[in-house]
């Protein structure tokens, strides 16, 4: 048995559903010489979303060995944050994360770019299999040192990913689509080849919810190649209770909460993102951001009136354009309950110690996927708000997760009957802690397929 199962199966009030970091039996990895990952994508490393995706990954495959990390990023230079080593996105990317596109902009840019990647013109891309200059040597070296190359995490796959795996096909690099949510969308004219391309080149597809599995089976020569499986954030291993015990004993506020037996109900808002665009859709600027807090203050206050409930707003992004510390002030300036009720956490957090917050709390009130996913592997119950249209959340933690009585659509609800069916299951904590064992169960034996998959064991 692994360390995964054996910890998931040991009887305690909250547990990590880890991902598998003891060796596989029968896998022959030296446990002496460094793995290296390159996940070949735009990760804004400031969305904690992202950063545990990351982690889960290296969680997921290390199996005890030491891990280089590269990615892309927003940064000028080449940056080293631990083990994780961040290029420039524009070394490899012209589409993905360049904010300066939008609209008809983007649409134009991935034909253009597919046209160009067919005549075999693959443009910045190449900077993965030979350097233009000394400054670009490191991505080169560390593309060659790469054991596994990923794309498609989140919900990134697009035309350059599929550039990607054609070039590391061709350098023999063990390469493949991971925890992808993004489908074929619009643009089957330009994108139908390349991506039929990238399918069959690539050693495994796994994507993390059904619809986008469904949507890139249209193209997909050997469909029965394509599977479902968890977002490698289900592997984040948390930060350890006592780094979390620290981090919260810094607030007095959360002292004199526990002091005083009040459940803490962890909290995540945001205003960015496919959850806050399909909120009240027919509003824009301030109206929307405005009716977004009053909703999400009638459910919390009902908590902390019905139920003492204290509030601990959590931080998942951090960004300059969508940090949830703003939304966080938003909702709370519309709440009618004292300022003793709440703290805001501005400080920014890593993926691993979010968790382990998620993991200390009674219950949680989400927007944020990653804070549910979270929540489902430490074994915390929860109320997930989204909106009909969020296949993500639905796939994930609906479907996948069999929690789908969980999910609150703000579109086809009030505030009023999210405020009372949030208190509905805040009631029934303690039955949904129980049923949440089963499940994160079945997900620990879903993370070890994958990992057979990726290292084909």
């Known amino acids: 048995m ?22 596989i039996p029968g896998s022959g990895v030296c446990m ?6 390159l996940l070949a994508d735009y990760v804004p490393l400031a969305n904690k979303g992202e950063e545990a ?83 670009h040597r490191p991505l080169a070296d560390f593309f060659a040192r790469a054991h596994y190359v990923l794309v498609g995490h989140d919900g990134v796959f697009g035309v350059e990913s599929c550039g990607i795996i054609h070039l590391a096909k061709k350098q023999g690099k063990r390469v493949g689509i991971l925890g992808a949510s993004t489908g074929l969308g619009n643009g089957q004219l330009y994108k139908a080849g390349l991506y039929r391309r990238a ?17 890139m089976k249209q193209v997909c020569r050997h469909p029965g190649k394509l599977r479902v499986g968890p977002d490698p954030a289900f592997a984040l291993q948390a930060a350890p209770p006592e780094a979390v015990r620290q981090m919260l004993e810094q607030y007095e506020r959360y002292r004199q909460a526990r002091h005083d037996r009040r459940p803490v109900v962890a909290v995540t808002v945001l205003e960015k993102g496919r959850v806050y665009a399909g ?3 027919d509003l824009r600027g301030p109206a929307k951001q405005e009716a977004h807090a009053k909703y999400l203050a009638a459910i919390l206050d009902r908590l902390v009136a019905r139920h003492r409930a204290f509030l601990l707003f959590l931080p998942h992004s951090v960004e300059q354009t969508g940090s949830d510390v703003v939304a ?32 200390a709390c009674d219950f949680l009130v989400g927007e944020r996927t990653h804070a549910l996913i979270a929540a489902v592997s430490m074994g915390t119950p929860f109320a997930a708000l ?39 299951l805040f009631e029934t904590k303690n039955t949904i802690r129980q049923s949440l064992g089963p499940i994160r169960e079945e997900l620990c034996g879903l993370i070890e397929e994958t990992v057979r998959t990726i290292k084909k064991l």
């Open 53 to 135: 995706i990351v982690r889960g990954i290296e969680d997921m495959l290390s199996a005890g060995r030491s891990v280089a990390l590269g990615l892309f990023d927003n940064v000028p230079q080449i940056t080293q944050r631990e083990n994780l080593t961040i290029f420039p996105r524009e070394w490899l990317f012209r589409f993905q994360g360049n904010g300066a596109l939008s609209g008809v902009g983007r649409v134009w840019a991935q034909a253009r770019i597919a046209l160009q990647l067919r005549l075999g013109r693959y443009g910045p891309l190449r900077n993965l299999t030979s350097a233009p200059t000394e400054r």
């Open 199 to 215: 399918l069959a080149e690539s050693d495994f597809c796994i994507f993390r919810e059904r619809h986008s599995c469904e949507s």
């Open 328 to 359: 966080a002030r938003h909702v709370l300036a519309q709440m009618k309950t004292g300022p003793d009720a709440a703290q805001i956490i501005e400080q920014d957090c890593g993926a691993r110690l979010l968790k382990g917050l998620i993991g």
């Open 2 to 23: 692994t360390r995964l199962k054996a910890e998931l199966r040991t009887p305690r009030k909250r547990g990590t559903l880890n991902g598998p970091r003891a060796d």
């Open 386 to 424: 989204t909106n009909r249209q969020d296949t993500r959340t639905h796939g994930i933690i609906g479907a996948m997760c069999r929690c789908e009585s969980r999910i609150i659509d703000m579109d086809a609800m009030s505030e009023g009957e999210a405020a009372r069916r949030v208190g509905a």
């Open 32 to 37: 002496d010489d460094k793995l290296y990952i």
């Open 279 to 281: 909120f009240r859709p």
